[in-house]
């Protein structure tokens, strides 16, 4: 395992580099999967954020690198992904140029992924074809001659069906003699026009000295405005002029300069295939009937309206026991460590607060975050996915968003978590981008403590259930109004990245198998753990370290005997020494409840939250608000517990907690222009719920977003949502003081 | 010439008057592909995924709200937005 996480690209060992190409949805990665089993290690392609994964292939007594290329529909690089696969094609960026291509192709539709094939023929590295779901092209009366295909490209074909596992062994023994006796693909005839444009534009070049091309590469600059090659050359001018000089030629033979690659490649293939692809009739799919309901304008709403039910309703109620679950191993396992410890109070409390605390924190996101990605990869699986997301893409293709921007959208009201490492469903990495933004701005479940804490001390009990449920509904929708044209606004004006088609193709319908959910869920559930759950533990143990000090053992005395002297008015001196032998004694615990406040009022996070109250003040938040919501930042349903102990009641609290409750409707001002007068008045109760619903006051989303983006976004979400929940909260006080 | 032999007109100032794009097809119509209007790169990838002159193209359905439009093409059913199916021309009419 260690020699395969110290292997990227970029590596010197004898074993050969095999790696996978072929379109999306073609069961690429099912087989890579198959191939390399768990041996596989997927990390971040270095300085981008598309992910990497590469797997040891073990064939008899040899060993291969494997890897798993992003899936794409030819070499035009207008994404990341399609960059990546380009840059490793062509040896760039000091990747190592693998020793054989395996390209994966769907048999369904054969010509459409020889196109792929076409194109990297020029590159001139040897190849070996994989057709795959043999059994879905059969099924659709489609018959291919493999060994006709075969000797037309001029390399090895294979018939898998990697879902099932078959032809897997005939595949890993091709790939091992194609290492042997590697042989290349036959390269397609270009007209002349092209031909000539790719010799004027290399010699033009080379004139100028700003860069030397090979074929291969002049025809992908030709073609292709944005390609990593043209990137490379250095004098911009003469290149626009050279390629647009080409361009004029191919234009005036009758082509379209835009589409004549594909055309040409096209027409190759339709050659090509003569005689080796043979349809029995016309293709009758399977999936028409089904696409007639599932995307009928009312049974298709419907049944996605349904499965979306299901899908929510699992994250949010169905996990919950599997949390309480980790919740309770989590203070089981403070209880079992703490009185082994307790000679240390600050290691115990690092221990079991920090640590320990962290990792439950950690571990608590695992249920949601496996049940999402069961259903994920069900949906995908099965086809529904893109059917899903034509049948919302218009909700959302305003803003900027699409389709499947909608799944990451609507797990986020469970927790932000999942729905951002749910976008790796969206392709286009613009909308990619936007949706991780907008997905910490849903209403997640952790925040619902807080709203049923504020609305049922304050607005239940004077405006009755009917506006407390209103309030409740509108605190999930006012994240969700205010994301959308937000989303609009970043995307029209700030985010620089060029927008993509969106283009889905409706996959055959499949029965998934229970190998490839569990591989999906697996692999995720411990990408996060790894990955993320590292940057989310640190910050529950630096959290708790600005709350645990500088625990100034002055502070307990002093409040002991403060609380002392109080005492002594009401109980007589043997009543209180007896009260403070007893821990279980309610004297007793007021004084721990008191002594606790009184840390974290003396701690860093304290000191900061008062030092910091007064840009709160603004939107009526004292310092104890302010503390409360600092030291939700590791988890935002911490603020009960934490606003349990600031108002000397202890941290078991909850949202439902009448002590609570009645300690918050008699909070006062005790300093300030404000002096006496209540701290809870309904603007500041909106303010605070709104200020809740708006920021992003929760370290994994965090750390999952510069996971998954960088620390510069994440950053960037962070201030962003913070200083748009601080508008909102002020806004909100200040206009209700003055109604 | 070899845009003939390939079966590609390109008319040189754009769509020409007579012909339709593929978003203002009906559902049901069939229509064969003339080629696309410009060359933008997104013409370089419509024709990746196989709109190119010559072929028929069918209109299935159009999604719930409209847009997106769902066509089939070479028995591949594909789905794209009503923007890009703009930069499509075809001819032929409806059946």
Request: proline share 5%.
């Amino acid at each position: 395992m260690n020699a395969l996480a110290e292997s990227p690209l970029k590596k010197t060992t004898a074993r050969p580099l095999v790696a996978l190409v072929g379109n999306p949805n073609t069961g690429k990665s099912t087989l890579f999967n198959r191939l390399t089993g768990l041996r596989q290690h997927i990390a971040n392609y270095p300085g981008i954020t598309v992910e990497k994964k590469s797997g040891l292939l073990r064939v008899g007594g040899s060993s291969i690198d494997l890897l798993d290329l992003p899936g794409c529909y030819s070499l035009t690089a207008v994404s990341k992904d399609e960059r990546v696969v380009m840059d490793v094609l062509g040896g760039r960026r000091g990747f190592q140029k693998p020793d054989l291509l395996v390209f994966i192709l769907d048999a369904t539709n054969l010509k459409r992924n020889l196109l792929l094939v076409s194109q990297c023929s020029e590159l001139g590295i040897p190849a070996l074809i994989v057709l795959n779901q043999c059994d879905a092209a059969k099924r659709n009366g489609i018959r291919i001659d493999a060994d006709l295909l075969s000797k037309r490209l001029g390399v090895p074909v294979v018939k898998t069906v990697a879902t099932r596992g078959q032809g897997l062994s005939e595949l890993k023994d091709a790939i091992v003699s194609a290492l042997e006796l590697p042989s290349v693909l036959s390269r397609i005839p270009w007209p002349e026009c092209i031909t000539q444009g790719c010799g004027l534009l290399r010699a033009g070049l080379q004139n100028s000295g700003s860069s030397e091309l090979s074929q291969a590469e002049a025809l992908r600059v030709l073609f292709d405005s944005d390609s990593v090659f043209a990137c490379g050359v250095s004098d911009k001018i003469c290149l626009k002029k050279l390629v647009d000089s080409a361009h004029r030629s191919i234009r005036d033979s009758g082509l379209n300069p835009g589409s004549a690659e594909a055309v040409i490649h096209y027409r190759h293939l339709d050659s090509l295939l003569e005689g080796v692809v043979e349809a029995s009739g016309p293709i009758a799919r399977s999936h028409d009937s089904i696409d007639a309901l599932l995307l009928n304008r009312v049974w298709g709403t419907l049944i996605f309206l349904s499965v979306m039910y299901v899908v929510f309703q699992s994250l949010y109620s169905w996990s919950a026991p599997l949390m309480d679950l980790i919740d309770l191993g989590t203070s089981a396992a403070q209880d079992f460590i703490s009185p082994f410890l307790s000679s240390t109070p600050a290691l115990q409390s690092l221990v079991c607060d920090g640590i320990i605390a962290g990792v439950g924190g950690v571990l608590i996101f695992l249920p949601q975050i496996l049940i999402l990605f069961f259903f994920i990869a069900l949906l995908e699986d099965t086809g529904y996915m893109a059917r899903a997301a034509f049948l919302v893409d218009k909700l959302f293709s305003w803003c900027g968003l699409n389709g499947r921007s909608f799944v990451p959208l609507l797990s986020s009201y469970a927790c932000a978590i999942p729905g951002v490492m749910a976008t790796r469903t969206l392709s286009d990495p613009k909308a990619r981008l936007t949706t991780i933004l907008m997905a910490p701005f849903m209403s997640c479940s952790a925040r619902l403590p807080v709203y049923i804490l504020l609305i049922g001390t304050f607005i239940e009990p004077l405006y009755g259930p009917l506006v407390a449920g209103g309030v409740l509904f509108a605190m999930h929708f006012v994240g969700l109004a205010l994301a959308l044209p937000l989303a609009w606004l970043l995307n029209t004006f700030f985010l620089k990245i060029k927008t993509q088609p969106f283009i889905l193709e409706m996959p055959d319908y499949r029965v998934p198998t229970l190998r490839n959910i569990f591989h999906r869920m697996w692999e995720r559930g411990r990408e996060f753990v790894l990955r993320a759950g590292t940057v989310i533990l640190a910050f529950s143990v630096l959290i708790w370290s600005l709350l645990y000090f500088p625990r100034d053992p002055s502070v307990e005395e002093q409040t002991t005997q403060s609380f002392l002297r109080e005492a002594a008015a009401n109980h007589s001196e043997v009543e209180i020494q007896d009260a403070l032998k007893n821990p279980a004694s309610e004297l007793n615990q007021v004084l721990t409840h008191r002594i606790d406040s009184a840390y974290i009022e003396q701690s860093y996070l304290g000191r900061f939250g008062k030092a910091v109250q007064p840009v709160f003040d603004p939107a009526g938040f004292d310092w104890k608000i302010t503390v409360g919501v600092l030291s939700s930042f590791p988890a935002r349903e911490v603020i009960i517990a934490t606003m349990g102990i600031i108002y000397n009641l202890g941290a078991d609290v909850d949202e439902g907690s009448d002590d609570l409750r009645s300690v918050l409707l008699n909070e006062k001002w005790t300093s300030g222009p404000r002096k006496g007068e209540p701290v809870f008045t309904l603007p500041v109760v909106l303010g605070i719920m709104v200020f809740f619903a708006l920021c992003m006051q929760c370290g994994a989303t965090v750390a999952i977003i510069a996971r998954e983006l960088n620390w510069r976004w994440a950053a960037f979400s962070f201030f962003g949502m913070t200083g748009l929940a601080w508008l909102g909260a002020v806004l909100i006080y200040q206009i209700g003081r003055l109604i | 010439m070899l845009g003939v032999m390939l079966g590609e007109f390109e008319s040189q100032n754009g769509i020409a008057a007579c012909t339709r794009t593929l978003d203002s097809l009906r559902v049901g119509d069939c229509a064969e592909i003339e080629g696309i209007a410009t060359d933008c790169d997104r013409a370089n990838r419509m024709a990746s995924l196989g709109f190119i002159p010559g072929r028929m193209v069918r209109v299935t359905r159009f999604a719930p709200l409209g847009d997106p439009i769902s066509v089939q093409l070479e028995g591949q059913e594909i789905s794209l937005r009503r923007a890009e199916a703009r930069i499509i021309r075809v001819k032929g009419g409806a059946e």
